[in-house]
């Protein structure tokens, strides 16, 4: 029988449908600010840096499981910053970068053939790590119609339309997950941006969501963004202890390590809570001018009270949007990205520099 490629049964990349717009954003005279990616552009903290240097000379392979200091900083700043509770430092596993540990995580859970539930505007992975693991993906956003799913996929805040999902929300998935012996996976790489003071982001391990009890929930951690270590690949789950030590395993199998010296770095960021907040302050302020000038150009932001992203529309098809923004060398997400909900919103990045940012703003005034 004729083999049938992975890739076949993918969707297209997203990202190489904008080769025609990126060209024409970098034809713009004073060149391209390119807010699609959420590719971090400030620098890596010193403490950071030394930390990976001090360690490049280890030439042993690194535990699958983390280092005990990493695992015990996960654990303290989980607790200290965003009041997640887990049971003890075992219930935290490092993984290289959270896209390739979302990619597969419905495959090392051995869902093939269930149902997969990801929410209506969703980041691309999740549907893609359904289809890798050979499970069917469902949009969907009431807990009440999950159904017999055997995993969900949550994101909050969420990429790309930076809403925040209540406790009460949260309270619901959960009590669906006990309700059907399910699991649930919470993407929370943005937890640390939340720009309202009345929808702070809150944790799927939040005591005032368990009630203490953890069982089939995973929480998705990043350093990608509040640390700027995108280029390090170094993020890590948390949550029940009984299925931290079931993906550990099959990571181990797998050879799924994080590299040693990425490990010594990560424990730098996670101790670092004056570098995590200065580069938090970094992206409120530019936050603040875009939303300014988005607004002052007719656009219309829903959501993105949390989060790296502003979700915006013109009241238009979004890829018309993206080359508006693209004839004044501002280049763009589409929402057509995240599902046909998003067909009419662009997703702009708060990431780039100062200066690109302020570009952005003098060209959108004009």
């Keep these: 029988m004729a083999r049938t490629p992975l890739g076949n049964t993918l969707p297209d990349f997203p990202w190489n449908s904008l080769a025609g717009a990126k060209a024409k954003a970098q034809a713009h005279p004073d060149g391209i600010v390119d807010l699609s990616v959420g590719n971090p552009v400030d620098p890596v903290a010193p403490g950071v840096q030394l930390a990976l240097s001090a360690a490049a000379e280890a030439p042993g392979y690194p535990a699958t499981a983390g280092t005990p200091e990493l695992r015990q900083a996960i654990f303290d700043a989980l607790s200290r910053r965003y009041n997640i509770a887990v049971e003890s430092p075992a219930a935290t596993l490092p993984v290289v970068g959270t896209k390739e540990a979302i990619a597969w995580l419905p495959t090392l859970l051995g869902l093939r053939g269930e149902t997969i539930v990801i929410p209506p505007v969703a980041y691309p992975t999740y549907e893609v790590g359904a289809l890798i693991a050979g499970a069917t993906p469902v949009r969907e956003s009431d807990p009440a119609k999950f159904g017999s799913a055997g995993l969900a996929f949550i994101n909050s805040p969420s990429n790309p339309t930076g809403e925040v999902l209540t406790i009460e929300y949260l309270r619901e998935v959960v009590a669906w997950a006990r309700a059907n012996s399910a699991i649930v996976a919470s993407d929370e790489c943005y937890i640390g941006l939340g720009w309202d003071d009345e929808k702070q982001p809150v944790s799927i391990l939040d005591p005032r969501v368990t009630d203490g009890d953890n069982t089939g929930l995973i929480a998705m ?71 300014r000038a988005l607004t002052d150009a007719g656009f219309r932001i829903e959501h993105s009270e949390a989060g790296l992203y502003l979700w915006a529309t013109r009241g238009e098809n979004c890829r018309d949007t993206v080359d508006w923004l693209a004839e004044r060398g501002i280049l763009v997400a ?33």
């Design 221 to 291: 951690h990043s350093l990608s963004k509040s640390a700027n270590m995108a280029s390090y690949r170094a993020g890590f789950f948390a949550g029940d202890a009984a299925l931290i030590a079931e993906l550990l395993e099959l990571r181990k199998h797998a050879g799924l390590i994080t590299p040693g010296p990425i490990q010594a770095a990560m424990v730098a960021a996670l101790e670092d809570d004056d570098s995590e907040a200065l580069q938090r302050g970094r992206y409120a302020a530019r936050r603040a001018k875009l939303v």
């Design 334 to 366: 589409p929402g057509d990205f995240y599902g046909p909900e998003g067909e009419q919103f662009i997703r702009m990045g708060l990431n780039g520099t100062d200066e690109r940012v302020d570009a952005a703003c003098a060209r959108l005034a004009a």
